[in-house]
């Protein structure tokens, strides 16, 4: 079993930067592949960036040039940095883990198989 924990949201002013970490407990083959998602009520479950093991990453187009993800496998951690930030990025943002032998970055929310309890990001005008 794998444990995510995501810590880091809160309330920005437009333009402002957040940096969302996300803590994952358990093996490391586990978190082969990290993802960021975002979910809006009413909206389905938005994928937002990805990484893999060796740091091959992919974001969607709405953030690029905006947010980028990293992360240092010796904490079994991954981070969003978030600059820029617009009122249409305001969003329960989860962490999702894909696990070995899965390599490939996927954008699909239903091919991650853990998932942290999500922190809110409150974007103002």
């Known amino acids: 079993q794998v444990q995510l924990v995501e810590s880091g949201g809160g309330l920005v002013q437009a333009g402002g930067s957040l940096r969302l970490s996300c803590a994952a407990s358990?093996?490391?083959?586990?978190?082969?592949?990290m993802g960021w998602f975002r979910q809006t009520p009413g909206k389905e479950r938005e994928f937002v960036a990805a990484i893999t093991w060796s740091g091959g990453s992919t974001s969607a187009d709405p953030v690029k040039g905006r947010f980028t993800i990293f992360r240092d496998n010796a904490k079994n951690t991954v981070y969003l940095q978030m600059n820029s930030l617009k009122p249409e990025d305001t969003a329960v943002y989860y962490c999702?883990?894909?696990?070995?032998?899965?390599?490939?970055?996927?954008?699909?929310?239903?091919?991650?198989?853990?998932w942290g309890q999500g922190t809110q990001v409150t974007v103002s005008s």
């Open positions: 358990g093996r490391t083959f586990s978190t082969n592949v």
């Open positions: 999702a883990a894909r696990p070995a032998p899965r390599y490939i970055i996927s954008t699909f929310s239903r091919d991650y198989d853990y």
